[in-house]
């Protein structure tokens, strides 16, 4: 899933949804599913990016992805199918480096643009959106995310054949800076040099392979530590894209959760002091001002860009948001905490 959406619902075979003919075939052809007339075919809805089935078949349960040409957002969005191959090999890189860290995949399709992966259970494996909006807000596991993203991002640094999985740059370009920086800059002309500037560096700067997409919506809390999902976005880019891209959410969920506001900045504090500690292929204080000069960017884009947080429903919560993104990308930031310090200083002014 690419934008800020709903949790995952299943609909139920009662439905009588079925899976198109190619791809009932492909799970045939990889021996995932031996009669469709004894199969039971649940489509999840919520995601926007991509169709996403469960099946049972052959006593056991699996998920099925296949990317979508125009995503199912109010504003046209369209992206190249073809991220779902880079989806598949974000997962296997990861989970050669950091094990259990992603889905491990049943079989991909190149052809069909479609994947099988395992299906993990939500009873031992919590959506951490659904957990912090609840208000359970556990520095520890925003540690071990932290941790986990910058092992993988050291893992994937340098690394030729790596590189070489993941050669196009125009799909971040279209379903991450475009829609988020640079289509923020319309609603706010004062800010179009610095929007612009922030997605010309991030789309010059490739060091490694990241996600695209690391927020509380697509990691799950599992028995062995977090699960990153949907890794549509990945490519070889910024590292600071994905450090500010999750911390982001941080922030924007002291309005939607208030008296977890302490906590949520906490595990802003400890994801940043986590992942910081793996870096080791570049200067740290490069990489933190980075991501602190293009936190404030996100921030505002995720009120005024493509894919607003759904949950800021009150003109009030994103003129808040605004305020302080503004002030900051007009006085670049250079370290994470600075960006903490004056969002809490927002806050305390309005409540």
Known sequence: ??????????????????????????????????????????????????????????????????????LKVEADWFAPVERNQFEVSWYRIANE??????????????????????????????????????????????????????QIHAGTANREAVQAQFPRKDIFQMIRLEPYLEATAARHPDLETQLFALSRRTADTRLTLIHGDVSPKNILMGPSGPVFLDAECACIGDPAFDLAFCLNHFLLKCLWTPPTTGAFLECFQSMSSSYLAEVDWEDRDRLEARAASLLPGLFLARVDGKSPVEYLTRESDREEVRRCARTLLFDPPVRLNDVVIAWQRELDHEH
Not at 28 to 53: C, P, Y
Not at 118 to 139: C, I, N, Q, T
């Open 1 to 70: 899933m690419l934008p800020e959406s709903k949790e995952l619902i299943a609909i139920t075979a009662s439905n009588n949804q079925v899976p198109d003919p190619e791809m009932l075939q492909s799970l045939q052809h990889n021996g995932l599913l031996s009669d469709t007339k004894t199969a039971r075919f649940e489509m999840l809805t919520g995601g926007v990016s991509s169709d996403i089935w469960k099946i049972t078949a052959d006593g056991r349960e699996y998920c099925v992805k296949r990317a979508l040409s125009k």
């Open 97 to 150: 480096i950091a094990p259990g860290s992603a889905p491990r995949i049943l079989a991909h399709d190149r052809n069909a643009m479609l994947f099988a992966m395992e299906y993990l259970d939500p009873k031992d494996h919590k959506l951490w959106k659904s957990e912090l909006r609840d208000g359970r807000a556990d520095a520890e596991q925003a540690s071990r995310v932290g941790t986990i993203l910058g």
